[in-house]
């Protein structure tokens, strides 16, 4: 059995190395990920380069096999499973954002709709504004932000369930 993200087809195998990443997270407190590479002729995503985070942030390589391209990555956090404006950010370049929550015991692919080019420069741009302020956002300025990471997460990825 395969899951369909879209067009692509994401792996048994990928599926439950996600799984097995969320409960470790689980144990740990630590995020997990790994790299969603896309093989253009089969459409098949793989998952590579699996690494252990801190308890906030996970890095992977975004590296992918020559036949293949890089297309996002999958990642845990210890808590729910709303993607972070960096996510959100590296799911409209790459094109998928996997999360695994523990909180929520749930795995959520965002995949990315078709975007005219400059809308979509124009919404990355706003939302490396409001990263780059960080912690120095005041609280008017928080609820904005979380307004507009829904907005965007609404009108321009579809949200599919990992079983
Ligand atoms: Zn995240």
Do not use: W
Not at 51 to 59: D, H, K, L, R
Not at 91 to 112: E, H, R, S
């Amino acid at each position: 059995m395969t899951t369909k993200l879209n067009s692509f087809i994401l792996k048994d195998g990928t599926i439950s190395l996600m799984k097995d990443l969320l409960e470790r997270t689980s144990n740990t407190g630590l995020e997990h990920g790994f790299d969603l590479c896309l093989n253009q002729k089969t459409q098949k995503i793989t998952g590579r380069n699996t690494c252990i985070g801190t308890n906030c942030e996970v890095s992977t390589k975004a590296e992918c096999k020559r036949e293949e391209i890089y297309k996002g990555v999958y990642h845990t956090h210890p808590s729910g499973s709303e993607p972070s404006m960096n996510d959100i950010v590296a799911g409209l370049v790459g094109g998928v954002q996997c999360i695994g929550a523990v909180k929520d015991n749930t795995i959520k692919c965002y995949v990315k709709k078709k975007i005219p080019e400059k809308e979509e420069s124009i919404v990355i741009e706003e939302a490396i504004k409001l990263i780059k302020k960080g912690y120095r956002l005041t609280v008017d300025e928080m609820f904005m932000k979380m307004g507009f990471q829904d907005y965007i997460i609404k009108k321009y990825f579809e949200t599919i369930d990992i079983k």
